[in-house]
């Protein structure tokens, strides 16, 4: 039988939807999303092979103007993975200004590059008139395949965006099993989750100084003969203040990460999680090649 595949990259500015938009593409939470800006920092792929034909969307770090090391990283990965893709998917948010990130983005495609603007959010635009002149100002600056207005977490347009998407594929070989839905370890996953929780649950500076790192994933039966994943994980933060507060008083914040961060994990990977949390401190990390390079967030260990 003919095989097909199709190579997709999501770009966009921080906080568009890109994480949100390469869930619900893919049907499975894949992605770390939060409020806020900047909580992708890798690429990370979602799969979906539907008869004879597997799509592999990436999803990248919004870009932004980069304040340290870990934020070129960040940029540079966006750069890379625009390149020989069969399609670019750029999100915007619908509700926010247009400005010079985006004005890069755009500057980065290049003639024959296919592009799908997404103008996501279109639930919290409250003029909904204000979508014609948004649509007319994006389409004078890059020759776009079609723009569409979507809202991911209304689930409006997204089996329009997977319409155009079918349109792109090509023939060649499913480089992915055919069961798999994502390339990420599961350790990734796992330490996303976890850095997740402490993005929804944290305020400032402290959530984006922290990486997580699994140190230990084993599944046990325990005397009850029940399934069990004991997952281990150290959270790094940049600064001993930084520590303090993810502890929280008498430990209350990192009890409350735990908890959630576990439900979490019950919810993906189907089992009775015990998850033990650890604290520790690598100053100023953000702009330590090493270290980013030891958290798996360097640009050179994310090239597929
Ligand atoms: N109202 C509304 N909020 C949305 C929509 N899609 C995403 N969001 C919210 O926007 C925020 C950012 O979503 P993400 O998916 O993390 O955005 P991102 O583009 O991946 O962000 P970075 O990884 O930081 O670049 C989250 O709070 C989402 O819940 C939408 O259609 N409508
Ligand atoms: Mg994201």
Same mark, same amino acid.
């Given at each position: 039988?003919?095989?097909?595949?199709?190579?997709?990259?999501?770009?966009?500015?921080?906080?568009?939807?890109?994480?949100?938009?390469?869930?619900?593409?893919?049907?499975?939470?894949?992605?770390?999303?939060?409020?806020?800006?900047?909580?992708?920092?890798?690429?990370?792929?979602?799969?979906?092979?539907?008869?004879?034909?597997?799509?592999?969307?990436?999803?990248?770090?919004?870009?932004?103007?980069?304040?340290?090391?870990?934020?070129?990283?960040?940029?540079?990965?966006?750069?890379?993975?625009?390149?020989?893709?069969?399609?670019?998917?750029?999100?915007?948010?619908?509700?926010?200004?247009?400005?010079?990130?985006?004005?890069?983005?755009?500057?980065?495609?290049?003639?024959?590059?296919?592009?799908?603007?997404?103008?996501?959010?279109?639930?919290?635009?409250?003029?909904?008139?204000?979508?014609?002149?948004?649509?007319? @100002?994006?389409?004078?600056?890059?020759?776009? %395949?079609? +723009?569409?207005? $979507? /809202?991911? #977490?209304?689930?409006?347009?997204? *089996?329009?965006?997977?319409?155009?998407?079918?349109?792109?594929?090509?023939?060649?070989?499913?480089?992915?099993?055919?069961?798999?839905?994502?390339?990420?370890?599961?350790?990734?996953?796992?330490?996303?989750?976890?850095?997740?929780?402490?993005?929804?649950?944290?305020?400032?500076?402290?959530?984006?100084?922290?990486?997580?790192?699994?140190?230990?994933? @084993?599944?046990?039966?325990?005397?009850?003969? %029940?399934? +069990?994943?004991? $997952? /281990?994980? #150290?959270?790094?933060?940049?600064? *001993?203040?930084?520590?303090?507060?993810?502890?929280?008083?008498?430990?209350?914040?990192?009890?409350?990460?735990?908890?959630?961060?576990?439900?979490?994990?019950?919810?993906?990977?189907?089992?009775?999680?015990?998850?033990?949390?650890?604290?520790?401190?690598?100053?100023?990390?953000?702009?330590?090649?090493?270290?980013?390079?030891?958290?798996?967030?360097?640009?050179?260990?994310?090239?597929?």
């Amino acid at each position: 039988m003919e095989t097909r595949n199709e190579f997709v990259t999501i770009v966009g500015k921080a906080n568009a939807g890109k994480s949100s938009l390469l869930n619900a593409l893919t049907g499975e939470k894949i992605a770390a999303v939060s409020s806020k800006p900047q909580t992708t920092r890798t690429r990370i792929s979602g799969i979906v092979t539907e008869e004879n034909t597997q799509y592999v969307f990436m999803d990248t770090p919004g870009v932004h103007r980069s304040k340290n090391k870990l934020g070129e990283h960040m940029n540079k990965t966006v750069k890379d993975s625009i390149a020989d893709v069969d399609l670019i998917l750029m999100v915007s948010d619908v509700t926010a200004k247009f400005d010079e990130n985006e004005r890069n983005i755009i500057n980065g495609f290049r003639k024959n590059d296919k592009v799908i603007l997404i103008l996501n959010k279109i639930d919290i635009l409250k003029d909904k008139e204000k979508l014609a002149p948004i649509i007319l @100002e994006y389409s004078r600056l890059y020759d776009f %395949e079609t +723009i569409i207005p $979507i /809202s991911v #977490t209304q689930n409006d347009g997204i *089996d329009i965006v997977w319409d155009e998407v079918k349109k792109h594929s090509s023939e060649g070989p499913h480089y992915f099993s055919d069961s798999s839905f994502t390339d990420q370890p599961e350790q990734v996953i796992a330490s996303e989750m976890i850095r997740e929780k402490i993005l929804e649950l944290m305020s400032d500076e402290v959530p984006h100084g922290i990486a997580v790192m699994i140190e230990q994933m @084993e599944e046990r039966t325990n005397r009850n003969g %029940e399934d +069990i994943l004991d $997952i /281990s994980a #150290t959270i790094y933060c940049e600064r *001993d203040s930084h520590k303090g507060m993810v502890i929280g008083k008498n430990g209350s914040m990192l009890k409350k990460i735990g908890q959630l961060a576990r439900e979490e994990l019950e919810r993906f990977f189907e089992i009775k999680v015990n998850l033990q949390c650890w604290v520790k401190v690598r100053e100023d990390w953000r702009n330590k090649e090493k270290l980013i390079c030891n958290f798996g967030l360097s640009n050179n260990s994310t090239n597929m």
